[in-house]
């Protein structure tokens, strides 16, 4: 018996898999760029965040009077 001449269906079927597997994939990739993009941005926003912090309590020590004359170390 010879094989049936209509194999196109599965044919078909598997290459509308791959079409939706590559979408998925392509979503995927999409959404973990993404993903990482925001990460990047509030990782750089909570540490200038923390410096601006840092820097308006530094503002609020003030450096030794020096003008008396030399500092004594004790």
Do not use: C, F, Y
Request: no cysteine.
């Amino acid at each position: 018996m010879k094989a049936p001449l209509h194999l196109h269906a599965p044919v078909a079927d598997a290459t509308s898999d791959r079409r939706r597997a590559a979408a998925r994939r392509l979503w995927r990739r999409r959404l973990l760029r993404t993903a990482s993009i925001v990460l990047a941005v509030a990782v750089v926003w909570a540490a200038m965040a923390l410096l601006n912090e840092a820097e308006g309590d530094l503002r609020q020590v003030r450096a030794p009077d020096t003008s008396a004359g030399a500092t004594r170390l004790a």
